[in-house]
Structure formats: C-alpha cells, structure tokens
C-alpha cells in the first residue's frame, strides 16, 4: 500500500520554505519560475514517489534543479552592460553589505546553495552533499567558506540593534 | 552557543514566509496542473445550510460530496488512495456543482444535472444510487421500495448500507430515503440535515 497525503497537503507543508530557498539561490522573478517548474515536476511525479521518502528533500533536489536550468535560460539572454558588477566591490569598505539578502546573493553558487538548502530547508549535510553532487563534508566546508564570508560582508542589524536596546 | 546565531537568524528573516506570493503560486500550479492535465482531483468547500460541504471533481465529473461530520480532511485522504494523491484545492472545475447546489438550497432547482463520477460506488450499491434520481424533487420512498426499484425487494438492509455510503449525497438523492413506518432513518449528513433537506423540498 503506498500511502500518500493528498498533494495539497505538500504545498501547504512545503511550499513557503521551498519559495524562501528559491529566492536564496536566485532573483525574485527566477525564483517564482523556479518555485513553479518545481511543484508542477512534483505534482506529476507524486504517484511515484516511495512513500516513505523524505519530500522536503526531494522537492529541494528539484528545486536545485529547476534554478540551475532557470540561471542557464537566463545566461543565454543578453545582458545589459550596466548589470555587469562593478570592480569597487574589490576594496574592504565597499565589500560591506547591510541587506543580507544581497550579500547572500554574491556568494559563489554552490556556497549559496549549501546555506539555502541547511539553513533555511534544514536539511543534513548528507542530503545536501547528494543534492549539489559531492560529499557531506564538501558541503559542510562550503557553507563554513560562505558562512564566513557573510560574517565579513554583512555588519548585522541585529547585533547592533540588539546593543542599543534596554 | 553557535557563533552563527545572530547570522543565522538574520538569514531567516531575510527571506521570510511569502502567504500572498504563495496564493498566486498556487493558483499558477492548478493552471498548469489542468492545462497539462495531470489535476486528477480539484476540490473546495462551500457554505451549505446543512453545513460547510467538500466538493470533489476528476474530469468526468463531480466524484464526492462530503459533510463536515464525514471529516473532509478523511475523505481528501480516501480519496487520494482510491483514485489519485494528485489532489489541489482547486475551486475553479467546481464551479458548475457550486452554482446548481446554491439554486437547489435556494428552492430554484429540482435535478441537478452536472457530469458525475461514479467510480466510488460500485455493484449493488451504485444500481441503489442510480435509482434514487427515480424518487422525484419533494417526493419521498421507502428502503423496501428503492430495494424493488433496484430490481432485488429482498435487499432492504442493502438499500440502508448503499444511502448510508452514498458518495454524493445531496445531488444523489438518499435524503428522500425514508423507514417503512414513516420515520425519518438514517442519514450520513445526520438527521437534522435529513430534515433541512426534505423540509426545504416540500416547501419548494
């Protein structure tokens, strides 16, 4: 008997951090079309999943998936010359970036990946590891690399905040 | 304890939960869902005066009405064992069954007349289901009777396990459905539902 939740039950489950994960590793209107590919590929594929498969996982593998093929749609496209990064972002001081988001954004793909897919998925890094291609330990090391370079980017509204406040 | 906390937590609220992107995401996905034809089971809810009532469709046609008492979360789940797991809350192909169940309760609608999908019914029980349509709007019969209509007077008892599984009450008339001695009987919606039915009927 392979029992399986109704797939609305799925979305409603998964959906939101699957969407935050999305918008993680890509732009906000690439992450909508990805999110999108993803639970249309999901929804086809329901009937054939083992039931007893971990579906955060395999909708994040999807997922992982579907950004790729968007960021490649997309660097197919022509790119407007002001879009090319600036080299000032080489200097320490301009290095530094209050929106999280963004600096996340500036990380090399596979350390933006790792930290999505623990971070906000919390998923192991053994799963991880099978979803980027490359053992649990590399996507360990990956996330620390990012993880660090966040540190040093982003000065941290909260902490500050946190120090001005009764 | 973990020095990423701080960071960790910015990271969170960096991306928070989307409620109103994910409303339009969803919408895109039953979209795509019924446009490649892969929506097996559309559903929603709709306001009844006997009660909030779960609506299901395939696409042949309206597969399950359910009452709050047959716990709607339970029959999305049978449902999803018997026919498909690919289910979305979908309102947009039920529609149709929407508007003729409003009529009905509003006294403008005697048959409804939507495609329905029978495949939760089988033998015995769906010929019993099929002759119920038999009984007209306001009229009532007896479970003796409906067993002659289905062509075995013998299976009375039948007759009561076939309305009392009837996937598609309301529209599949077992309201109509009374005891030899009058008495109202059972009824999956419960008895006062029964009696809002039949009420509503002898008034239209």
Not at chain 1, 21 to 32: G, I, N, Q, T
Not at chain 1, 120 to 137: F, Q, R, T
Not at chain 2, 154 to 183: Q, Y
């Amino acid at each position: 008997m392979n029992a399986k939740v109704p797939f609305e039950r799925v979305v409603a489950g998964h959906g939101a951090t699957v969407l935050r994960v999305c918008r993680a590793v890509l732009d906000a209107s690439d992450a909508d079309d990805a999110w999108s590919e993803t639970f249309l590929s999901a929804f086809k594929a329901y009937p054939e999943l083992p039931s007893d498969a971990n579906v955060e996982a395999w909708l994040v593998t999807i997922a992982h998936r579907k950004a790729i093929d968007v960021t490649r749609a997309r660097s197919r496209r022509p790119i407007p010359v002001q879009d090319v990064p600036d080299s000032r972002a080489e200097s320490e001081t301009d290095d530094r970036d209050p929106d999280l988001a963004h600096a996340l954004s500036r990380l090399p793909a596979k350390q933006k990946q790792v930290i999505a897919y623990h971070y906000l998925a919390g998923l192991p890094y053994a799963e991880i590891g099978a979803i980027v291609g490359g053992s649990p330990d590399a996507a360990r090391r990956a996330a620390a690399d990012g993880i660090a370079t966040l540190r040093r980017t982003y000065p941290g509204p909260t902490s500050r905040k946190d120090s001005h406040e009764p | 304890m973990n020095p990423d906390d701080d960071l960790v937590r910015d990271l969170e609220r960096a991306f928070p939960r989307d409620e109103s992107g994910l409303l339009r995401l969803h919408t895109r996905l039953v979209d795509a869902a019924q446009a490649d034809g892969v929506l097996d089971v559309a559903y929603c809810t709709t306001d009844s005066p006997v009660g909030p009532l779960l609506l299901a469709a395939t696409e042949l046609g309206v597969v399950r009405v359910a009452y709050q008492s047959e716990d709607h979360a339970g029959v999305l789940q049978v449902l999803a064992d018997r026919i498909s797991p690919r289910i979305l809350n979908a309102p947009a192909r039920l529609d149709t069954i929407r508007r003729e169940l409003d009529q009905y309760f509003a006294g403008q609608l005697r048959n409804f007349d939507v495609p329905l999908d029978w495949r939760l019914s089988t033998g015995f029980r769906r010929t019993v289901l099929a002759h119920l349509s038999d009984i007209a709007y306001g009229h009532t019969a007896t479970y003796a009777a409906v067993a002659q209509l289905a062509g075995n007077p013998k299976a009375v008892r039948a007759v009561g396990t076939a309305c009392a599984s009837n996937p598609l009450p309301v529209v599949v008339p077992c309201h109509r459905v009374l005891r030899s001695d009058g008495s109202l009987g059972g009824y999956l919606g419960g008895p006062e539902a029964k009696r809002t039915l039949l009420a509503l009927e002898a008034a239209a």
